[in-house]
């Protein structure tokens, strides 16, 4: 499975597009399997039917954990860094993650939950988190993972679309130099959530939390009743393993559904294969840091299942890059010695501010890979990534993919692919990317730019949405028959390397978190006295876009008034869906530039949010061209 030069890359590839099926058949079998398959791939991309490794039987946590037993049951799986540096951090070797995942499945069984069962976890991003999420896996209940940062608005839809049972949380939760509140945020969620019927609550700040009667209990009091006796629930590989949701161009979060063999394979193959990771690398042990959270796909694929199923040790991180200062990220490199940094742009540009000497201080020489994800890298970050620190001796690997993909499909194989910055260069074996138009037609050669699309399956694609298979079909099989349309837009340079310009669809990716504009406008207009509303990306040094709002209000707020209804208008968007989706600004309008048929020219609109004061191109189309003056004039 592990591809060690580029020759080795190339055969690989070539051999994935020619033998999909034994390609990956052979990388499936390294896994532990309950009984093997008797077809490694069905598909079509038509309804679509997405099925690999059909028949096999399996349980990922019996591939991540009791596998690793023998072998290096001693070695460490999960090292913890709290918060607060001072307080002390945890080590989970695989014979105590083992422990604690068969543990805590008990306590999900000894509460109601079966199989096929949907489990919501809204945790902070402790090692609890983590041993939560394998739990489900053990007993085949499906988790549905809601990052920590959303509101109870938002918590209340995911578990309501999913139909969860039982929700898992902690009492609060530390970030930074805040305490917040996880638990609260949860009871006001259930307000709206009958499917649930039981809440376990981990302690963490030990703030003052409700207990309702019937309803919640304490993790640590229900671990004191069972054993760590707990085999794993054998699992169809198109079994749903978890259900993730991520936002699109409608107002309505998808729950992207994936399976548990396909996933599981997929996840474990490119961790490999992208980081070059080696358990027992030339220094030791390497140590695997990924600063995603668990809450989003990067935290799912890259700190819990790929690294675990290789056997590796992976490091999370409870707290935020700027405490107790900027200088934390290279703190924890230094303290645990990390080999792998994999982090977001955003994270870079807001640290770069924070000029050298917060780097300086620290040796980073265990570093040996960096990586990025999440959006386009610009080349000043990557510049001062690849300078400051690897040293210019550690390879970056700008890795491209979504929620929707399991895995990494387009990026670098560290040291060696040959990387050029803000390239994602060259896809990974098995991932067929294709080019094209707004017709759908391809475009060939290289030189050229489109629409990217995939024209084959690879195991970790999602399956289905949740509960709504044609919306899955709609979203992103019927725009172009026959392919799997990712939303992004790309450009194939002479070398035939691959770079992402970003989304060509109603979607931002503010700060690497990815959020619709209809659901940010959906969120304006529930606030009073607004008519309507109107959300675009615009550039922004560090989140790399910032959300630019249009509002139209019943009565147009003025001066010291009109602060007053943004600030309120910000309150709402963070009630509704949670503070990454608060607009950067503001402009309130008396119109907005729309069609005949009444459709809003967004373009307008990008154009004055990019600052952009004159030339807005084509506007014979619009009902009234003078709306375009007026909010250019008003321009933030
Ligand atoms: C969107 C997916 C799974 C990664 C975390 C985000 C953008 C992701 C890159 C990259 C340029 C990137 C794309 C994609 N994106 N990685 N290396 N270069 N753009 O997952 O929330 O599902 O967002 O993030 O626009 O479609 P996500």
């Known amino acids: 499975m592990r591809i060690r030069t580029f020759d080795e890359y190339q055969t690989a590839y070539q051999k994935s597009v020619e033998d999909p099926e034994s390609f990956w058949a052979e990388i499936a079998q390294e896994f532990q399997w309950t009984k093997p398959w008797t077809k490694t791939l069905q598909w ?19 591939n991540c954990l009791d596998r690793h037993l023998a072998t290096q049951g001693d070695e460490p799986a999960i090292i913890w860094e709290p918060n607060d540096p001072n307080e002390a951090g945890v080590t989970l070797t695989y014979r105590m993650l083992h ?5 805590f499945a008990n306590v999900l069984k000894r509460n109601g939950v079966v199989k096929g069962d949907r489990v919501c976890i809204y945790m902070p991003m402790v090692p609890e988190l983590a041993i939560a999420v394998l739990a489900c896996a053990r007993i085949g209940a499906i988790h549905s993972v809601v990052f920590g940062g959303f509101s109870a608005q938002s918590i209340a839809d995911r578990i309501n679309d999913a139909q ?19 638990k609260n945020t949860v009871d006001d969620a259930l307000i709206g959530c009958p499917s649930v019927k039981r809440v376990i609550v981990l302690t963490r700040t030990r703030t003052p939390v409700s207990m309702l009667k019937g309803r919640d ?11 760590a006796d707990c085999p794993a629930e054998v699992m169809d590989a198109e079994d749903m393993l978890f259900i993730l949701y991520t936002s699109g161009s409608t107002g309505k979060p998808k729950g992207v559904v994936h399976t548990c063999g396909g996933y599981m394979v997929y996840a474990a193959y490119t961790f490999q294969n992208v980081f070059q990771y080696e358990k027992d690398g030339p220094t030791g042990r390497q140590v695997f840091f990924c600063t995603a959270d668990i809450g989003w796909i990067t935290g799912h694929s890259y700190i819990v299942y790929g690294p675990l199923a290789c056997g590796g040790t992976s490091l999370i991180f409870e707290g935020v890059p700027t405490y107790p200062d900027a200088g934390r990220f290279w703190d924890i490199v230094d303290k645990h010695k990390v080999n792998t940094l994999y982090t977001a742009p955003t994270a870079i540009r807001s640290l770069m501010g924070f000029g050298l000497d ?15 994800v999440g959006e386009p890298i610009n080349e000043e970050a990557w510049h001062w990534y690849d300078d400051h620190i690897g040293k210019n001796n550690c390879p970056i690997v700008d890795t491209w993919w979504q929620t929707e993909t399991g895995g990494i499909l387009i990026s670098p194989l560290a040291g060696i692919t040959k990387t050029k910055p803000s390239y994602a260069t060259l896809p990974l074996p098995g991932v067929q990317p294709i080019l094209v138009d707004e017709n759908g037609v391809e475009i060939e050669g290289n030189g050229v730019s489109g629409n990217l699309c995939m024209k084959f399956p690879w195991p970790g694609i999602l399956r289905t ?10 979203t992103y099989f019927a725009t172009y028959p026959g392919l799997y349309f990712t939303g992004d837009g790309c450009m194939r340079d002479e070398d035939g390397y691959y770079r992402i310009t970003g989304r060509v669809d109603d979607v931002l990716n503010v700060s690497g978190h990815r959020i619709g504009t209809a659901e940010v406008e959906n969120a304006i207009n529930m606030h009073t006295g607004v008519v309507e509303s109107a959300v675009v990306g615009y550039p922004h040094d560090i989140k790399g876009q910032g959300i630019y709002a249009y509002i139209i209000a019943e009565q147009f707020p003025e001066g010291h008034d009109a602060d007053l209804t943004k600030r309120d208008i910000l309150a709402t968007v963070t009630r509704v869906i949670g503070p990454i989706a608060k607009p950067d600004k503001i402009q309130f309008v008396t119109g907005l530039p729309k069609t005949r048929s009444g459709k809003i020219m967004r373009r307008i609109l990008r154009k004055i949010a990019e600052g952009e004061t004159s030339n807005m191109g084509d506007t014979s189309t619009l009902l009234d061209p003078a709306v375009v003056e007026d909010i250019m004039k008003g321009a933030l």
Not at 166 to 171: E, K, N, P, Q, Y
Not at 364 to 372: A, D, E, F, K, M
Not at 465 to 474: K, M, N, P
């Open 44 to 62: 079509n991309f038509n309804e679509p039917n997405i099925k690999w490794f059909v028949g096999g039987k399996l349980n990922i946590t019996e």
């Open 99 to 103: 422990d604690q995942v068969c543990r």
């Open 164 to 182: 969860c049972k039982l929700i898992i949380t902690s009492d609060g939760a530390y970030r930074g130099n805040k305490e917040i509140p996880m």
């Open 217 to 227: 209990v304490w993790w640590e009091q229900e671990l004191k009743q069972v054993t």
């Open 358 to 372: 917060k780097v300086e201080n620290h040796d980073l020489s265990s570093l040996q890979v960096l990586g990025s």
């Open 465 to 474: 949405t949740y509960g709504d298979h044609e919306r899955c079909r709609q």
